[in-house]
């Protein structure tokens, strides 16, 4: 064991020094990693200081005080000051306004100038505020799931005063470790599945394949073996590392790490990355929409700034009033809007039992209106029993049994439920016994090539065994004997037609069938797949796993809810069609595997619009069914939790996957279930439309707003001999606006609304504008001329008053005509907005009308209004609101839900 002060200067020198530097990005022929390519097994260890037996506790502190915990392009935290500063410096809109409101402080205007502070206040320390609290939230959630690797550590020493105790040598043990505490000189164990938890030397391999295409890009899996590699020139082409970021196809293997963290290779790479995202088609959507604005903007500021220049030739007066109506079109709380409204849905959907990875796949999966998914788990208990162990003629045969226990017990890759399945099944005194019986020599692990996997044992007598298990097909195909009730014959044409029919007749009945063949074979060194002929056909072993309960009500209501579900599985078409008439769930057409591979892209396209079950698929098969859906315009989510689900939980629009799925699977899913069920799926699906639904809402009120006060700046400045609003009057009027709308986040979205799946539509929001924009116009028109022509505020000494009176309509309208606009339904009656965004609007439009009366009303140019403009401006808002009923309501009867 080594001593903490000494430990340190075990560590190689190269290691201590590497960095993510890009000069170490794997290119180089230089690469610290080549060290280890050219070292045999013990010699890697030694150049890692550690024996391979384990590392015992302090040993792992040490290293982690060392090089840090293995976590790889981890965004790092600003400190406030920095952060708020980023915050401010990366806004233009923020830089503007404080540059504004040092002028308007030299020029004396102090009122002015406070609220320019106070919305850059508004943007950047509430967002800061808001963001860190749902953020921290975020990461609590996200801390939820978390991946380990298998390590042989030393364990803890037992806290005892026994002297004899103590002495007592620890013995390495495997156990579950977080990736992100595993160190350099850790000893992982590798199989089928696992995600390789960083740069590793390998010890020893077994049939071992990796991918590790989102390194190289290579689509198929690479072999990798544990000798000494001399060819490699970088690291990547070293037959003996293995790197973060690949993960298991099939084998097994054992393995030294030799960097974590950001000093691997797909560290490096991860570390320029970070920061970088792929945008959703909500991302790009909200950035058209932004510049859809900009470009408003682009057009109005000249035109206002030239036409209030000329009309009243105060030029520096037209310059701030034309900068506060481009500050009135910046929707500057956007960002936190959508922030607010993406993390509190997180929130809820955690209360669900729904994880969210990424935030910005909420939206997506409100979008969903394909589901696909396997059978097991969703449809299915996610239970198997084994129910039958038959000969080949379908009689029940102990030894098919036995055979089948040996296979499962002694396969050292990754056990998955038909295993488990097999290993109760065996009574005690059984295990005991085969146990005794025979010993392991070797393996041939699975893969989804051959669908079958071997073991190689050696009886009491020194002879070898060859047991296969795996699908019917491929191991009739191995197969040229069968076993007999009296001896074993050769496989003929009406033998193997009654072995298939055998199996058929156990799937007709509901069960998943695995063929089981045995094969007695010459002792040697080492076994591989070439081994894998001539096997004698023992029999069958069949499963049952019972349908869910609430597997039809679920599949009705994401029905109802506008998903279409459909079954991608890797079993037969037999078994999974024999599932779904237990659930109820209706197959017009299957396809399986072999046809799927036969189609043209432009074939299975088509295929896919009236295909329910797919069967019998491998994983790129199922990453085709899902491209074929997008080339058909759907969005897509797959839920999956197994090894051959990776490939196409990423290339989803949402790659949905359970806590107890494999490492590969929840890496790369956007969200992970805590409960593996569809009707779980659905409730996530509409918080994921909730959420869409209420940023929506803030798009289209702001959207509409600006465009309708476009209309009504334009006609004012060329109109009037004075401005139609005081800058700082527009000022306020945005950041009392901005503050009503914070709270939309909390907001019903309509049960209307939830039924169907929801995507970005430029096109739908600016029909909303074009047709709702104009109607505030009208009435900002009506207040321009009861200003004008009833209260006589017609010169450049009666426009406080003016003013003062657009001020608060403009306020009043655009605040309660949120209630119009947050619902397709009749507001007030059918459809009532959240307590929090009702109370926030009351609140403000309260502030709005008192203003003008309070002692602050001088300090923002506003006058006293005559009482009978409450009365106009009460009928004014009634109308406005009915208009813009109606004509929501056309809109709705022509184009369907906005």
Not at 644 to 652: E, I, M, Q, S
Not at 664 to 672: G, L, P
């Amino acid at each position: 064991m080594f001593k903490l002060s000494l430990l340190a200067a075990t560590v190689p020198a190269v290691l201590r020094n590497t960095s993510n530097d890009p000069r170490h990005n794997g290119t180089a022929a230089n690469h610290p990693l080549l060290d280890f390519v050219r070292l045999d097994g013990a010699q890697a260890l030694a150049q890692l200081g550690v024996s391979g037996e384990g590392l015992s506790v302090p040993e792992v502190e040490a290293r982690i005080e060392e090089y840090g915990l293995n976590i790889v392009a981890q965004e790092k935290k600003r400190p406030f000051v920095l952060e708020i500063l980023y915050r401010f410096w990366t806004n233009p809109i923020n830089i503007l306004l404080t540059a504004l409101a040092v002028i308007s402080w030299l020029s004396d205007d102090a009122v002015g100038a406070g609220i320019m502070l106070a919305m850059v206040f508004l943007a950047v320390f509430l967002s800061y505020f808001q963001e860190t609290r749902t953020g921290r939230a975020v990461e609590q959630l996200r801390n939820m799931v978390r991946n380990t690797a298998t390590a042989r550590r030393m364990p803890e020493p037992p806290d005892s005063g026994d002297e004899d105790v103590a002495a007592i040598a620890p013995i390495a043990q495997k156990m579950e470790v977080p990736i992100t505490h595993l160190v350099p000189g850790d000893v992982v164990h590798l199989s089928a599945g696992d995600m390789i938890p960083a740069d590793l030397r390998l010890l020893t391999a077994k049939d071992l394949f990796i991918n590790q295409s989102a390194l190289t890009g290579e689509s198929m899996p690479v072999e990798k073996f544990a000798g000494v590699d001399t060819d490699a020139k970088v690291p990547l082409e070293a037959r003996n590392l293995c790197f973060m970021g690949s993960n298991v196809v099939s084998g097994s293997a054992t393995g030294v790490i030799a960097a974590t963290g950001g000093r691997t290779y797909f560290g490096a790479l991860a570390d320029s990355l970070v920061g970088q995202r792929i945008q959703t088609s909500f991302d790009k959507g909200v950035q058209r929409f932004t510049w859809l604005m900009i470009r408003f903007m682009a057009v109005m500021v000249p035109v206002v700034f030239v036409l209030n220049g000329l009309a009243k030739g105060a030029w520096f007066e037209a310059g701030m009033f034309a900068v506060a109506v481009a500050v009135g079109l910046t929707p500057e709380m956007l960002p936190m809007i959508v922030t607010i409204n993406l993390a509190k849905g997180a929130m809820a959907m955690a209360k669900k039992d729904v994880i969210v990875k990424r935030l910005n796949a909420i939206q997506n999966f409100g979008a969903i209106d394909v589901l696909c998914t396997d059978k097991t788990g969703t449809l299915t208990q996610d239970k198997v029993i084994l129910e039958r162990h038959v000969d080949v003629d379908g009689e029940e045969d102990e030894k098919v049994l036995e055979f089948a226990y040996l296979n499962s017990h002694y396969q050292t890759g990754l056990r998955n439920l038909l295993d488990m399945a097999v290993l109760e099944r065996v009574d005690e005194d059984i295990r005991t016994r085969l146990q005794g019986e025979y010993t392991l020599v070797d393996e041939v692990p699975f893969d989804f090539t051959r669908r079958r996997m071997s073991v190689v044992v050696k009886d009491s007598a020194g002879k070898h065994y060859l047991i296969a298990k795996g699908a019917v097909a491929e191991m009739l195909g191995i197969c040229n004997m069968l076993h007999a009730t009296d001896g074993n014959e050769a496989m003929s044409p009406d033998s193997h037609s009654e072995a298939r029919d055998v199996a058929r007749d156990l799937n007709d009945d509901g069960f998943r069938v695995i063929a089981l063949g045995v094969r007695e074979i010459e002792p040697k060194a080492a076994y591989s797949l070439a081994d894998e002929t001539d096997l004698t056909l023992m029999g069958f072993i069949a499963f049952l796993d019972p349908p869910k309960d609430s597997a039809a009500d679920a599949i009705k209501v994401l029905n109802e809810n506008g998903v279409a579900v459909k079954i991608l599985t890797g079993d037969n078409d037999v078994v999974t069609r024999n599932v779904c008439r237990q659930v109820d769930f209706k197959v017009n057409r299957y396809l399986i595997g072999p046809q799927v591979e036969a189609m043209s892209d432009a074939e299975l396209t088509v295929a896919t619009r009236d295909t329910q079950v797919f069967a019998r698929l491998n994983p790129q098969q199922k990453v085709r069914v899902v491209e074929a859906l997008h080339r058909d315009g759907h969005v897509v989510g797959f839920m999956g939790d197994g090894i051959n689900d990776g490939p196409a939980l990423r290339a989803a629009d949402v790659g949905i996957s359970v806590d107890t799925a494999v490492d590969i699977a929840k890496e790369a899913a956007d969200i992970i279930l805590l409960e593996k069920s569809l009707m779980v799926l659905e409730e996530g699906v509409l918080e994921g439309r909730k959420v869409f639904g209420n940023i929506l809402k803030y798009i289209k009120m702001t959207a509409s707003s600006n465009f309708g006060n476009m209309f009504s700046v334009l006609g004012a400045s060329a109109l009037l001999p004075f401005l139609p609003m005081a800058p700082v009057q527009i000022l306020l009027n945005n950041l009392l606006y901005d503050f009503s709308q914070t709270s939309v986040a909390s907001d019903d979205v309509d049960k209307e609304y939830l039924a169907q799946p929801r995507q970005w539509d430029m096109r739908s929001i600016t029909r909303f504008v074009l047709f709702i924009g104009p109607i505030s116009s009208i009435f900002d028109y009506a207040t321009f001329g009861l200003m004008w022509f009833v209260f006589q505020a017609n010169s450049p000494a009666h426009a406080n008053l003016f003013q003062t009176g657009w001020f608060v309509e403009s306020l009043l309208s655009q605040t309660l005509i949120v209630h119009v606009i947050r619902t397709g339904r009749i507001p007030f009656l059918e459809s009532r907005a959240s307590l929090p965004l009702t109370l926030t609007g009351l609140v403000i439009c309260a502030i709005g009308a008192l203003l003008p009366y309070s002692p602050l009303a001088s300090k923002f140019g506003f006058q006293s209004l005559p009482g009978m403009y409450w009365v106009y401006l009460t009928a004014f808002l009634i109308g406005y609101m009915l208009l813009t009923q109606f004509v929501k309501t056309r809109l709705i009867k022509r184009f369907g839900l906005l």
